[in-house]
């Protein structure tokens, strides 16, 4: 009699991988996870890259033997487009809302920045982008 239901609050967003359709928990077990899975969550999912590879960006479940990760964290030739910014966003503090990036841009367009300003109000600091990381991938500020 004792059933657990879940609130919309306690729901889960599963991320599927867009190079192998896998949760990017089992990106590692295809055979495609250099070379496709882990650059397409870097450039989509950055925070939960970061989860996944550890704050330093080395792999947790690397067996390197210098214990370096799969992939080189380089430095992006660009800063993130506003859609990066706002999945980066979502992803850091409400994931359920990343599926509705596209749709909010849309409604907010030619606004983003008023945006974001709401947002830091509601939520607190945007997270940074790596492009404006002066020293790489150096993490010697990490709150996390």
């Not at 879940?6 to 967003?13: A, H, K, Q, V, Y």
């Not at 450039?43 to 550890?54: D, E, N, Q, T, V």
């Not at 690397?62 to 990066?84: A, M, V």
């Not at 997270?127 to 404006?132: E, I, L």
Request: hydrophobic fraction near 20%; proline fraction near 8%; charged fraction near 40%.
């Amino acid at each position: 009699n004792n059933r657990i239901i879940m609130s919309l609050e306690e729901r889960i967003t599963v991320v599927y991988c867009g190079a192998c359709g896998m949760p990017p928990e089992y990106c590692e077990y295809g055979p495609d996870y250099e070379s496709h899975c882990l650059p397409w969550l870097l450039k989509h999912h950055p925070a939960l890259y970061k989860k996944l590879k550890g704050n330093d960006g080395s792999d947790k479940n690397s067996n390197n033997e210098n214990g370096e990760g799969l992939l080189k964290k380089e430095r992006p030739t660009e800063p993130w487009t506003i859609e990066e910014r706002l999945t980066a966003y979502y992803e850091k503090y409400d994931p359920t809302k990343v599926d509705k990036v596209d749709s909010l841009l849309e409604k907010y367009e030619g606004k983003e920045e008023k945006l974001f300003q709401a947002l830091v109000k509601k939520y607190g600091p945007e997270p940074d982008d790596p492009y404006y990381d002066e020293d790489g991938d150096d993490d010697d500020h990490d709150d996390d």
